[in-house]
């Protein structure tokens, strides 16, 4: 049946199993985006609900069927007719229909949710699959609770609903119980002992109750299985179901277990944010793949090593799941080659910089901080001279300006080892300290751009200043902070000098 044993068919049900999650309801136009986003994705199946349990859910597969063409559209029943008959009418209009119906399969399920015997529940697992036959050409079929049924039972009833037309077999985890041996076992007495298996996809669908969903799933697939259940950020019943985005990263970054997807990676990272604002469902800072610590380094150790050679503590590339790079986070643990990074990052020449200096006001800053922004390493590098070899800095201002007189700025300056002063007229007070300064350091500077900016908002806030200029045909960024907007802008000004004079 299938022409490529190593392809893995990606089945998703976010729209089902992870909508399952209480809070985290989609409208129909909602799930037609997220449907169409899988779709781009390059999903193989997309489960879009379960028919029977609302109008609301109805509505969405049939919305679905009409507006997703490529992939597998999936309705869920359980094992009745009527279920049936209801998940066969809202496929109507989708190109490629699939019912998935199934049933209990453990002692448990048969004894306490079916109050019924093997034999029984046996027969109607082969009358549904019969009867969703009449209406689909594919069949999936789901023998809930797999993981904790006797295996002789199940292979007796995978082979009875495959010999009755199912096209692919589900072996759910329901519970999220299995070890991976376990699972993976389970799977290969399938293979070993279902005589007609080759008739049908084997497809793994495991919860997530002991942290082991994705660890069962390549499990499954090493041991036979080719479709893997799963949903996008690994949301579902209780701890979830199986993550999209781990397997698929599972199975690109081992390639030696040969196994591919038609998935393009490079879409998960922002396919993750979507799914997560629409269901209200924060993704955890440290969840594999898509977490936002995921390509994050905050020791000095890794962000030494990670700069050095990216491979030295990242086995993926952050582009191949969606992520521009890779951050280095500034901390009190962060190194100097972390510190070195972000300072050529922001513009600073390295051999002008005295580097030493600047770390050790780094980690004051850093222990108070505890993680530092671009805004925070551009005010360290405005407020010390000594951050600079022969840098310039401002030792004093004072600024006169009124309705009946021109503002005038005097200003002195620390230059090539010496202090120097100058005063000077303007047509404003920047207007002034800015030809002030430039008296003193006499290079023919011209601004580009001037932009000020309120940090946080109020009368005692600190303003930022960027300013561009422009010396011997080049452009340099020099950036001031103080809560005088006069003072920012004499400090950006000698932030851009620092850059080049």
């Known amino acids: 049946m299938l022409h490529d044993p190593n392809r893995i068919y990606i089945f998703d049900t976010t729209l089902r199993d992870g909508e399952q999650v209480p809070g985290s309801q989609l409208t129909t136009p909602e799930k037609i985006i997220i449907g169409e986003a899988l779709q781009a994705l390059g999903v193989d199946v997309i489960e879009a609900g379960f028919p029977i349990s609302s109008p609301g859910d109805f509505k969405s597969v049939v919305e679905l069927s009409k507006a997703v063409q490529e992939p597998i559209i999936c309705a869920l029943t359980r094992a009745n007719k009527k279920d049936i008959d209801c998940a066969a009418e809202a496929l109507q209009y989708a190109k490629r229909p699939r019912i998935h119906t199934g049933i209990g399969s453990s002692d448990t399920h048969i004894q306490y949710k079916f109050n019924s015997t093997r034999?029984?529940?046996?027969?109607r697992a082969v009358e549904a699959v019969k009867y969703a036959k009449s209406f689909v050409e594919d069949v999936e079929f789901y023998a809930e609770d797999a993981g904790r049924?006797?295996?002789?039972?199940?292979?007796r009833m995978i082979e009875a609903v495959i010999a009755a037309g199912a096209t692919v077999v589900n072996i759910p985890d329901t519970n999220g119980y299995c070890m991976p041996e376990q699972y993976g076992a389970k799977i290969k007495f399938l293979k070993d002992n279902v005589k007609n298996i080759d008739q049908a996809i084997i497809s793994a669908h495991c919860h997530n109750d002991l942290g082991l969903a994705t660890a069962n799933s390549i499990a499954g697939i090493q041991n036979g299985a080719r479709q893997i259940e799963c949903t996008i950020n690994g949301i579902g019943e209780r701890a979830g179901n199986t993550s999209l985005e781990e397997v698929v990263m599972i199975l690109k970054t081992h390639q030696n277990l040969n196994f591919h997807t038609k998935i393009n990676s490079k879409h998960l990272y922002n396919l993750s944010g979507m799914v997560s604002r629409m269901m209200r469902m924060p993704v955890q800072a440290n969840k594999a793949i898509i977490?936002?610590?995921?390509?994050?380094?905050?020791?000095?150790?890794?962000?030494?090593?990670?700069?050095?050679?990216?491979?030295?503590y990242e086995i993926m590339n952050p582009e191949d799941v969606g992520i521009d790079q890779s951050e280095i986070i500034l901390t009190a643990r962060s190194g100097r080659h972390a510190l070195k990074h972000h300072?050529?990052?922001?513009?600073?020449?390295?051999?002008?910089?005295d580097l030493d200096n600047v770390y050790e006001q780094f980690l004051i800053l850093a222990d108070a901080k505890k993680e530092l922004t671009?805004?925070?390493?551009?005010?360290?590098?405005?407020?010390?001279?000594?951050?600079?070899?022969?840098?310039?800095?401002?030792?004093?201002?004072?600024?006169?300006?009124?309705?009946?007189?021109?503002?005038?700025?005097?200003v002195k300056i620390n230059y090539h080892g010496q202090?120097?002063?100058?005063?000077?007229?303007?047509n404003g007070p920047v207007n002034a300290t800015i030809k002030a300064i430039e008296s003193i350091v006499g290079k023919p500077v011209e601004i580009k751009e001037f932009n000020i900016h309120a940090m946080n908002g109020g009368s005692e806030d600190v303003s930022k200043v960027d300013m561009r200029v422009s010396y011997e045909d080049k452009s340099y960024m020099g950036y001031g902070f103080s809560t005088d907007i006069?003072?920012?802008?004499?400090?950006?000004y000698l932030d851009a000098?620092?850059?080049f004079v």
């Not at 995921?294 to 962000?303: L, R, T, V």
């Not at 300072?343 to 910089?353: A, K, P, Q, V």
């Not at 202090?419 to 303007?426: N, T």
């Not at 006069?486 to 950006?492: E, G, I, K, T, Y």
């Open 291 to 312: 977490g936002k610590n995921a390509f994050a380094h905050s020791s000095g150790i890794h962000q030494d090593g990670v700069l050095k050679h990216r491979e030295n």
């Open 486 to 492: 006069v003072r920012a802008s004499a400090n950006a």
């Open 419 to 426: 202090e120097h002063e100058a005063k000077a007229s303007g």
């Open 343 to 353: 300072l050529e990052r922001l513009g600073y020449t390295m051999d002008r910089i």
């Open 119 to 123: 034999e029984a529940i046996l027969e």
């Open 374 to 410: 671009d805004d925070d390493i551009l005010e360290l590098m405005g407020n010390e001279e000594t951050n600079f070899k022969d840098g310039l800095a401002i030792h004093s201002l004072q600024v006169t300006c009124g309705d009946e007189q021109s503002p005038e700025a005097y």
């Open 497 to 499: 000098l620092n850059k």
């Open 149 to 155: 049924a006797d295996n002789e039972y199940l292979a």
